[in-house]
């Protein structure tokens, strides 16, 4: 079925080496399935749609990717210099490249990280000057990429934090219809709302979840969470406070 989806995963990585890639690996798995699964596969096409949103043009990147792909598959650490969007700043680092993450419509890359001594993650195109530097270097063998990820809510990662989420009830039957992470556990409450709770590393990426739901979802723990929310809220209220009518300035008279 990749086979019929790849026009959309080709459409997401246009201008990388992985569009390249991908698209010679879609033809020969299309020259070597018998036509009776062609066929299939085709009336699959017609009634299933896969659509991969938000994603980034990464044509204007292609020189960065393919250059760290390269060196995570030679084993070779890079040097390059890394704009971090937080602090506004760039900074020069020297990175053992260990994996290329796509996620959410943007590539990342997971390696350790010589000025921080830790295993980070960087948004490619965030990258902005790069060079690899021909010293070689081993990946952990205890290194596991799921594993890694698995506390992570989205990709960035902070300190283990456990999450309780009040949800109303007209909000509570979209949350448990998916599973938003591994560790979450859900609570119906009598009057129809649940509490969701979750340990995830890092509260950036599900501060930013939770508003999605409006109204409809009340943190009740941390207190250092509600607090951001309740900042940001106030925030929002200043900007959509209502607009007063433009009073002209009466007109001079000679």
């Known amino acids: 079925m990749a086979l019929y989806f790849g026009s959309d995963i080709l459409k997401v990585f246009k201008g990388t080496f992985f569009h390249d890639s991908l698209e010679s690996l879609f033809q020969k798995i299309k020259t070597t399935l018998p036509a009776e699964s062609l066929r299939y596969l085709s009336s699959v096409q017609k009634t299933l749609h896969v659509e991969l949103r938000p994603y980034k043009e990464y044509g204007k990147f292609k020189e960065i990717i393919n250059r760290v792909n390269q060196a995570a598959l030679e084993r070779e650490s890079i040097e390059m210099v890394y704009f971090t969007m937080g602090r506004k700043k760039e900074t020069k680092r020297k990175v053992d490249p260990y994996r290329i993450l796509f996620s959410n419509g943007t590539f990342y890359l997971i390696g350790y990280c010589h000025l921080r001594k830790e295993i980070r993650i960087f948004a490619l195109d965030r990258i902005k000057m790069l060079h690899k530097t021909e010293e070689s270097f081993e990946i952990p063998e ?10 992570s809510f989205g990709v960035f990662r902070g300190e283990p934090r456990k999450i309780r989420i009040r949800f109303s009830p007209a909000i509570a039957a979209y949350i448990k219809e998916k599973i938003w992470h591994e560790s979450q556990k ?3 409450q009598k009057d129809g709302s649940i509490v969701f ?13 939770i508003m999605g739901w409006g109204a409809g979802a009340e943190v009740l723990e941390p207190e250092s969470l509600r607090d951001d929310l309740r900042r940001e ?8 406070e209502p607009r007063r009518p433009r009073k002209d300035k009466p007109l001079r008279t000679a």
């Open 142 to 151: 205890d290194f596991n990429l799921e594993e890694f990820m698995k506390p």
């Open 186 to 188: 859900i609570q119906t």
């Open 197 to 209: 709770e979750v340990e995830v590393a890092g509260t950036q990426e599900i501060k930013q979840w």
């Open 233 to 240: 809220a106030q925030a929002l209220a200043d900007i959509y």
